[in-house]
């Protein structure tokens, strides 16, 4: 597995500080994820202590030093068993059943509208007013237009596969993009489930991203 969240989402999800929508599918990467899973254990271990230390009106140079420290106490910490269950201790209680249902699999209980003849969308209504969930179906092959961000963009692979001009990102892999990302996703030869969650519309920019724009504000 080549992409996960950084360590600042780590940190912030092992402490609880993240938006609802992005823990949710943090706790579904890491149920993939030996590598991560261990990252959060590490980090919800050690963290608090070294936090807990840094006065809030520490200058930003002993806050580096601080970060420094935290880091170093990751290396040194022991290789712990993980249990295998996710506990949602960085999720609402009140979204821990979309974890269950999307952990599951249980993608058909949620309404579907189909966008084209090969995209299909479903909103889950995830409590968190700052930004929009939805889960995104695609066709084997199916391309989804060019498009740029004009905010973040989370993409949490459920199932199958998709590509772009960057790489390949399969079951499980945690896509974070924003303004500074173009691209046209293109679904695998057996298509492609995906939570995506943005803070922002997407921008389209092909030959008919104007006229798309225009349909998808209106």
């Known amino acids: 597995m080549k992409y996960h969240p950084d360590i600042e989402l780590l940190l912030k999800y092992s402490s609880g500080q993240l ?14 994820c030996k590598e991560c ?6 980090l919800e271990s050690v963290g608090g202590d070294t936090l807990e230390a840094l006065s809030i009106s520490d200058s930003p140079s ?22 295998d269950k996710y506990d949602g201790y960085a999720v609402a209680q009140s979204d821990v059943d979309y974890l269950e249902r999307l952990g599951k699999k249980d993608y058909w209980s949620f309404d579907w509208k189909r966008v084209t003849r090969k995209i299909s969308r479903a909103v889950v209504d995830i409590d968190d007013g700052l930004h929009q969930v939805e889960l995104l179906k695609f066709e084997p092959n ?13 993409t949490l692979v459920l199932e199958g596969d998709f590509s772009d001009s960057n790489g390949c990102y399969r079951e499980g892999e ?9 691209h ?13 969650i943005t803070n922002a519309p997407l921008k389209f920019t092909g030959t008919l991203g104007p006229i798309i724009n225009w349909f998808s504000r209106h």
């Open 19 to 32: 938006a609802p929508a992005i823990s949710v599918a943090i706790g579904l990467h890491q149920e993939h």
């Open 37 to 42: 899973q261990q990252r959060i254990i590490d």
């Open 62 to 83: 002993d806050l580096d030093n601080g970060f420094d420290l935290l880091m170093a106490d990751l290396e040194a910490t022991p290789q712990d068993n993980f249990q």
């Open 142 to 154: 199916a391309k989804i237009p060019k498009h740029t961000h004009e905010g973040e963009e989370f």
């Open 174 to 182: 945690f896509i974070v993009q924003d303004q500074s990302d173009e």
């Open 184 to 196: 046209q996703p293109v679904a695998g030869s057996a298509g492609c489930v995906c939570l995506a």
